[in-house]
């Protein structure tokens, strides 16, 4: 079990889809190697370099764009600001030209069809993402780094500490699901009043309040811009975009002109069971096709998993009367904290623990922040939390291609909904009642993890990925 301090925003990444193992974390492996190579003043001295992708970075890279990632940070580019409109433009530039703009500033030849390097069978025995990075100098002096995307956009360079905010001391510190009802038991504090108190640690209140709004406009973008995109995604499954088309139906042509108008509209066409539903699915399809097309999106807690969370917590603000800033964070803050128990205790990298480390985990932290800002005690909430991953269990990585398109998008909608349900469970609920805690159920998590099967693991080695007939992508 970890025992790293982890922030609202070690869950909460802004990035560039479709991965956040796959995608996310490459790109800051590159970016952390730059800084290592500027640390040590070698940065000017590189002439060659090359990048080796190990397991499942090497087996669903192609789909996932983890060569586009690696190049792009090696260019010195921010995933949080490069305007993702320019991926291709970039990318085809350092095809053609075959060089490569170290940091933005350093020109050196290479060629990404050699230089990126898919070792399919081999495997590095810290985790199943792992890349290194071979820089050749002007004196001829060989450079060699390692690094593993561990899930969510984290990563570990091999040899370091863990975490830089190892040696932080919280004044609640949590490792698991008993530590934080101990601190709410013992204060009175809520969940997201915990979570806030170490938030302190790092940052003022003021700053992170602003920051989580900052994480919020970024989700209800990709809401917003996934429900007004046509077409088919990349990749060359033909995967035809839905939510666009579902928006448009369920609006019945009505106009406006931004997200409040739009939210708006959607709060007038009433409370009905299948409306909301259909809405709820809209939702998780938007966020999960832009993420799937390079679009920008935040890690909830992975990137494959990023509309699981925007999709309830716009339910909550439409249908719920929620369109409260102070709701808005406390809602991120208590899935926040959730999250974090489940990297602490087994895994968020469906690399290590299949899918039910990627929605699993993001429907069990939206169940417990709707718990909380419904009205639910902190026992309703874990509990809310125990529910839905307990029924998410065994949730095996199977993407097709590589591509986090089938099944992902779909698993998202189910996600979001299950949080939903699991949330009402509870809160129906005398807390006593529950058999299972969440604790109980992270442990069996991560048991069931080192169970299953390697090729269930994002690998597309099994599962829809090789039972679903190539024809597929010309359907």
């Not at 088309?245 to 007038?268: G, P, Q, R």
């Not at 979001?416 to 509870?426: E, F, H, N, V």
């Amino acid at each position: 079990m970890s025992h790293e301090a982890i922030s609202v925003f070690d869950m909460f990444k802004i990035g560039v889809g479709p991965s956040s193992s796959h995608t996310l974390g490459p790109w800051r492996a590159a970016s952390l190697f730059l800084h290592s190579l500027q640390h040590k003043d070698l940065l000017h001295k590189v002439t060659r370099l090359e990048v080796l992708l190990y397991g499942s970075l090497a087996k669903t890279g192609k789909g996932h764009g983890t060569d586009i990632a690696v190049q792009l940070g090696l260019c010195g580019e921010d995933p949080v600001t490069f305007d993702v409109n320019m991926i291709d433009a970039k990318i085809n530039d350092i095809n053609a030209m075959k060089k490569l703009l170290l940091d933005g500033k350093y020109e050196i030849d290479f060629e990404p069809e050699e230089d990126i390097e898919f070792l399919y069978t081999e495997t590095l025995p810290y985790h199943p993402n792992a890349l290194t990075f071979l820089a050749v100098l002007d004196n001829d002096e060989h450079i060699a780094e390692t690094y593993y995307s561990v899930g969510g956009g984290f990563v570990h360079k091999e040899g370091a500490q863990l975490n830089d905010d190892s040696n932080v001391t919280l004044p609640f510190p949590i490792n698991d699901a008993g530590d934080l009802l101990h601190w709410c038991m013992k204060t009175g504090m809520s969940i997201s009043e915990v979570v806030m108190e170490n938030e302190i640690t790092w940052r003022t209140e003021k700053e992170t309040r602003l920051r989580l709004l900052e994480i919020w406009n970024v989700m209800k973008q990709s809401i917003f811009l996934g429900c007004h995109m046509q077409g088919l995604l990349p990749g060359g499954l033909n995967v035809k975009r839905r939510a666009a088309a579902l928006n448009k139906k369920l609006l019945k042509d009505k106009t406006y002109n931004d997200f409040e108008s739009w939210i708006k509209i959607i709060k007038e066409g009433g409370n009905d069971f299948k409306y909301t539903l259909d809405w709820v699915s809209c939702f998780a399809l938007a966020v999960n096709e832009q993420n799937a097309s390079f679009g920008r999106v935040v890690t909830a807690p992975t990137n494959g998993a990023a509309g699981v969370i925007p999709a309830v917590l716009t339910y909550y603000i439409i249908f719920c009367d929620g369109n409260d800033d102070n709701k808005i964070i406390q809602f991120l803050l208590t899935a926040s904290e959730v999250g974090s128990i489940f990297k602490k205790g087994a895994t968020i990298s469906a690399a290590m623990g299949g899918c039910q480390a990627e929605i699993g985990v993001s429907s069990s932290m939206a169940a417990a922040a709707l718990t909380e800002c419904f009205g639910g005690t902190q026992r309703q909430a874990l509990m809310a939390a125990e529910i839905a991953m307990e029924h998410h269990l065994g949730m095996t990585c199977d993407p097709i291609n590589g591509l986090v398109q089938i099944p992902c998008i779909e698993r998202n909608t189910m996600g979001a909904i299950k949080a939903i349900t699991a949330c009402q469970l509870a809160l129906q609920s005398a807390p006593d009642y529950a058999k299972v805690s969440l604790d109980n159920v992270i442990k069996t998590m991560w048991n069931t993890a080192l169970d299953m099967n390697n090729k269930y693991k994002e690998t597309s080695d099994g599962g829809l990925a090789i039972n679903v007939p190539l024809s597929l992508s010309e359907c």
